[in-house]
């Protein structure tokens, strides 16, 4: 499985680059602040919503810790999508949030 820190996540949001966050925690999770961009896609409705996914761009996965984006990224690796976890989480998170 494909890591990143958030450090190097923030890193790649401060230059600019297009990139896919994808944040799998609950609904009332990523009402308390999410990444600015970040699409919400619960664990628990991924599968019915991975069709959502193009399998030709890259994906980082982020969570509250590190775990269920975790799970996130090994399943959609499985599926043949391109994805990457933030490891740590919002927990780690130092950038702005929406």
Same mark, same amino acid.
Do not use: H
């Given at each position: 499985?494909?890591?990143?820190?958030?450090?190097?996540?923030?890193?790649? @949001? #401060? +230059?600019?680059? &297009?990139?896919?966050?994808?944040?799998?925690?609950?609904?009332?999770?990523?009402?308390? /602040?999410?990444? =600015?961009?970040?699409?919400?896609?619960?664990?628990?409705? @991924? #599968? +019915?919503?991975? &069709?959502?996914?193009?399998?030709?761009?890259?994906?980082?996965?982020?969570?509250?810790? /590190?775990?269920? =984006?975790?799970?996130?990224?090994?399943?959609?690796?499985?599926?043949?999508?391109?994805?990457?976890?933030?490891?740590?989480?919002?927990?780690?998170?130092?950038?702005?949030?929406?």
């Amino acid at each position: 499985m494909k890591t990143m820190t958030t450090q190097e996540v923030q890193e790649l @949001l #401060e +230059s600019n680059q &297009s990139i896919n966050l994808i944040d799998v925690r609950e609904t009332d999770e990523v009402a308390a /602040g999410k990444i =600015s961009g970040a699409i919400n896609i619960p664990l628990g409705t @991924l #599968e +019915s919503r991975m &069709s959502e996914l193009d399998k030709s761009q890259e994906y980082i996965m982020v969570c509250r810790s /590190g775990g269920r =984006s975790g799970q996130a990224t090994s399943f959609l690796e499985n599926q043949g999508y391109n994805v990457t976890n933030m490891d740590g989480g919002m927990l780690n998170w130092n950038g702005e949030t929406n």
